[in-house]
């Protein structure tokens, strides 16, 4: 699984959450943690323990490397690996809103460049991650990063880098959206008498294993609903309002993310 990074090495630019976490899973699954090479400014306990190079002097030539750094911090922190640049190392990028554009700019223009956007599920690796590659990235350069990325959940290959923004908006904003919605059925049940303790329980063993239900099952969500709502019943009442055309969540979600789709398109002009 790991024979080409084994033998010339892989390289984490940023090491937080996300980072930290593909790492600690692709430890888990047996990549020897001295084929690993870590810059990071402020490099965690955690990361200091795990026997990996960190902020020593990099490898000649990498198998890939991992761009894990924000945003923000970009234009300071990758111009320090340009000598891969138009080379066979593969960038890997988790960073938001950081086109291909950039990195073909930034390191060379024959740079392989794969882009993908993870979600913070990643870090208990339930993610899901959309990916893209260039025109420099070859099959297997697409499966060794699906390989890697399957240490944090599940991928999905884009048709084109426009969908970008529209992944970001559903799947990387996405659970803020659950967690909302896990507070708004706790503070409902609150309303109706139940204390604070006993509805935050109940809306998180809810929503969770409803998702895991919609995961697992064979049926589609949509049979799903439909299974659990009796005529006339409560699960009626309640869908009458949330699946009203003017206020409910059919028309919220969309407005939500529209409003992140164009937001992603925003930060990354």
């Avoid at 991992?66 to 190392?89: F, R, S």
């Avoid at 923004?165 to 503070?187: K, N, Q």
């Avoid at 009458?240 to 992140?260: H, Q, S, T, W």
Wanted: glycine fraction near 10%; include cysteine; charged fraction near 20%.
């Amino acid at each position: 699984m790991f024979d080409t990074i084994t033998s010339r090495g892989l390289v984490l630019l940023g090491c937080g959450r996300m980072g930290s976490a593909m790492l600690e899973g692709w430890l888990k699954q047996g990549l020897p943690a001295a084929s690993v090479w870590v810059k990071d400014p402020r490099p965690s306990d955690w990361l200091l323990k795990q026997g990996v190079h960190v902020n020593e002097t990099l490898p000649d030539s990498p198998a890939l490397v991992l761009v894990a750094v924000k945003p923000q911090m970009m234009e300071e922190a990758l111009p320090v690996l340009k000598t891969y640049g138009n080379g066979d190392t593969i960038f890997l990028s988790v960073a938001a809103g950081t086109t291909i554009n950039f990195y073909e700019t930034t390191l060379g223009a024959q740079t392989p460049v794969i882009r993908s956007i993870p979600n913070t599920p990643a870090a208990i690796g339930r993610g899901i991650t959309g990916l893209i590659g260039n025109d420099h990235i070859a099959e297997d350069a697409m499966q060794l990063a699906e390989t890697l990325l399957s240490a944090i959940g599940q991928t999905v290959r884009l048709d084109n880098e426009g969908q970008m923004d529209a992944v970001t908006a559903m799947s990387g904003s996405g659970p803020a959206y659950v967690f909302h919605l896990i507070e708004a059925m706790a503070a409902a049940g609150e309303a109706q008498g139940l204390s604070p303790e006993l509805s935050m329980a109940l809306a998180k063993a809810t929503v969770g294993g409803a998702g895991q239900l919609a995961e697992d099952a064979d049926e589609t969500p949509t049979q799903l609903r439909i299974n659990v709502t009796s005529p006339k019943g409560t699960t009626q009442a309640a869908l009458e309002v949330l699946m009203d055309e003017n206020r409910g969540f059919p028309v919220l979600m969309k407005d939500a993310i529209e409003a992140a789709t164009q937001r992603s398109k925003e930060l990354g002009a």
